[in-house]
């Protein structure tokens, strides 16, 4: 009997359920499908007891399909279809149960101004919420089954007419040679198709609208079942520190907005090492009068001003990590603890010079600006390694350290296409819609598409 196979294929699964209706069996997995949907679409149906020849003529659903392979019910038993059999036929029609939370807020990346939805764990439902902003034919989407255990449906989406054909061959070769038990996330994906350095090279985003500017740009998205980010390739430098809320906000009022951000970067990285260098190797750069205060503030600190600026690093890091870690009702608490108290104890224990809690300070808000932490790691190792050139050579250090830093980002790629375009190499077009912010110019990018016909963003 067919459903002692199924059963005995499923070891007795308490959730596997059978009934048995005027000669019609019909087998589902509780736990996947939804009552109402077997009972509106199968059980009443079968009920009635009217005459039929085919079960097609008396089963309807959204999803009706005949089987001509047995080897498929498990994997459609699995997808949330219920498998409706008699002497003649055999079909699966879909029943699946609504395990997934409703349309919500972006938590992660929220904007005053744009639209207010965010991706949820149903990846037709996130597929909807692109297809509702662009309304082309030309969108397509290629489905993968991923994982050996999980088939986790995972989808390529770009638009026909505008993204180049390389990126997509690219990345289509990538996600087929991965060969796994299981993608639980897409975070997993994120991790196989990233690169090796501490920069992202991949950006994830919860919201529909970012994800629809990358299409129209020539970008290649990827989504997949069971997540609420959306993976965006390629992704460069100036792509982790514009957000998508400064296509909402006057140029003007923008452009302002990405030069505090630039300078927040140069300051988060640099700072630590600028000060050591002027402690210890460069005093005469600065005014005397800020040296004498300098000094005066780390008197009575045993320790030298490189071994307590890394001490201080390390100690913030673990506060951060603790802060994400914990649930929300317990973060603040943390952060209170470790900036006041800890803080506080510190200058007074003589651990810690007040200069010092000021700079890590000042150091690790301007990183908060940026709402990417993949970016925001991997300054940190930037930040490490100037340090560590300024403790050593002071100011030609930092300088030398700059120019490694240059250097290793003028030598990244993404997609085969540099790390630090359009700067380098510039590219008017992208330029002014990620570094600066231009509203007359509506061309595409000669990098990412295949043409620059304009086009509306």
């Known amino acids: 009997m067919l459903y002692d196979r199924i059963k005995k294929e499923f070891h007795n699964s308490s959730d596997l359920k059978h009934k048995k209706i005027n000669e019609v069996h019909v087998i589902y997995l509780e736990s996947l499908c939804s009552s109402n949907s077997i009972n509106d679409f199968i059980l009443m149906n079968l009920t009635i007891g009217k005459p039929y020849v085919f079960l097609k003529d008396i089963i309807s659903g959204p999803n009706v399909i005949y089987l001509t392979n047995e080897n498929q019910i498990s994997e459609y038993l699995l997808n949330g279809f219920a498998l409706i059999y008699d002497n003649n036929d055999m079909l699966v029609c879909e029943v699946k149960g609504?395990?997934?939370?409703?349309?919500?807020?972006?938590?992660?990346?929220?904007?005053v101004n744009g639209p207010k939805d965010a991706f949820n764990e149903n990846i037709i439902v996130n597929l909807g919420l692109i297809k509702r902003r662009i309304k082309s034919p030309n969108l397509i989407n290629i489905d993968y089954d991923l994982g050996r255990k999980t088939k986790t449906k995972v989808s390529l989406l770009y638009i026909k007419d505008i993204a180049k054909n390389k990126f997509v061959k690219l990345?289509?070769?990538?996600?087929?040679?991965i060969d796994?038990?299981?993608?639980?996330?897409?975070?997993?994906?994120?991790?196989?198709?990233?690169?090796?350095?501490?920069?992202?090279?991949?950006?994830?985003?919860?919201?529909?609208?970012?994800?629809?500017?990358?299409?129209?740009?020539?970008?290649i998205v990827l989504i997949a079942d069971n997540s609420s980010y959306a993976l965006i390739?390629?992704?460069?430098?100036?792509?982790?520190?514009?957000?998508?809320?400064?296509?909402?906000?006057?140029?003007?009022?923008?452009?302002?907005?990405?030069?505090?951000?630039?300078?927040?970067?140069?300051?988060?990285?640099?700072?630590?090492?600028?000060?050591?260098?002027?402690i210890n190797y460069n005093s005469e750069s600065i005014p005397l009068n800020l040296l004498i205060s300098f000094q005066a503030a780390r008197s009575g600190v045993p320790f030298p001003s490189a071994f307590e600026a890394f001490f201080m690093i390390i100690l913030c890091a673990i506060l951060r990590e603790s802060d994400m870690r914990f649930p929300s009702n317990f973060g603040s608490s943390i952060s209170i603890l470790g900036a006041l108290i800890l803080g506080e104890a510190a200058v007074a224990a003589n651990i810690a010079s007040p200069i010092m809690i000021i700079i890590i300070g000042i150091t690790f808000i301007t990183g908060l600006v940026f709402n990417s932490g993949d970016i925001i790691d991997g300054f940190r190792y930037y930040r490490f390694l100037l340090l560590f050139m300024a403790t050593i050579l002071g100011l030609y250090g930092l300088v030398?350290?700059?120019?490694?830093?240059?250097?290793?980002?003028?030598?990244?790629?993404?997609?085969?296409?540099?790390?630090l375009y359009p700067i380098a190499p510039f590219d008017k077009t992208y330029f002014f819609k990620?570094?600066?912010?231009?509203?007359?110019?509506?061309?595409?990018?000669?990098?990412?598409?295949?043409?620059?016909?304009?086009?509306?963003?």
Not at 400 to 411: I, K, N, P, R
Not at 437 to 451: E, F, G, H, I, T
């Open 98 to 111: 609504d395990l997934y939370r409703s349309v919500s807020v972006p938590l992660a990346e929220t904007s």
């Open 180 to 219: 796994i038990d299981g993608i639980i996330d897409i975070e997993i994906l994120y991790t196989i198709l990233s690169s090796k350095h501490p920069l992202p090279t991949i950006l994830k985003t919860e919201r529909p609208d970012k994800v629809c500017n990358a299409l129209l740009e020539g970008k």
């Open 434 to 457: 990620t570094v600066l912010k231009n509203n007359k110019d509506y061309k595409r990018s000669k990098v990412l598409s295949n043409n620059t016909n304009k086009v509306k963003l």
């Open 400 to 419: 030398l350290g700059l120019f490694l830093v240059l250097l290793h980002l003028t030598s990244l790629k993404t997609l085969d296409e540099p790390y």
């Open 171 to 177: 990345i289509n070769d990538r996600l087929k040679k």
């Open 233 to 278: 390739l390629p992704a460069f430098f100036v792509d982790f520190i514009n957000p998508q809320g400064d296509n909402y906000v006057k140029a003007i009022n923008a452009n302002f907005l990405k030069a505090l951000r630039f300078l927040c970067l140069i300051i988060t990285i640099t700072l630590p090492a600028l000060y050591i260098s002027i």
